[in-house]
């Protein structure tokens, strides 16, 4: 079973930049879509966006031109580059796998398996 593990968290200004990564283990990275998922104290888990093995990306409408993911297959890495930050982006920040996805990733939580411990993003004003 492929493991994953998310770092790059931290407690930034409004308006300012982080990068996240997903390492995985295992020799099957390139097949999974990979997704990112946050959750906010009080909230439910949210779709954030996802590269399939094709680098197809999705994105959710919140994060659309700010967020920007990408893959290193040869790396076993995953990235979420988030720029023009707010402090409604704070939460907690997952990446979790997809290895059945069609051709278009899908953006519900119960559809992956794999998941990382999360990382935590802290925006203030």
């Known amino acids: 079973q492929m493991q994953l593990r998310e770092s790059g968290g931290g407690l930034v200004q409004a308006g300012a930049s982080l990068r996240l990564s997903c390492e995985a283990s295992?020799?099957?990275?390139?097949?999974?879509?990979i997704g990112w998922f946050r959750q906010a104290p009080g909230k439910e888990r949210e779709f954030v966006a996802a590269?399939?093995?094709?680098?197809?990306?999705t994105y959710a409408d919140s994060v659309k031109g700010r967020f920007t993911t990408s893959r290193d297959n040869a790396k076993n890495t995953a990235y979420l580059q988030m720029d023009s930050l707010k402090p409604e982006d704070t939460a907690v920040y997952y990446c979790a796998g997809d290895r059945l996805a069609g051709w278009q990733a899908r953006v519900t939580a119960d559809a992956y398996d794999p998941w990382g411990q999360g990382t935590q993003v802290t925006v203030s004003s």
């Open positions: 590269i399939m093995w094709s680098n197809r990306t």
């Open positions: 295992g020799r099957t990275f390139n097949i999974y879509t």
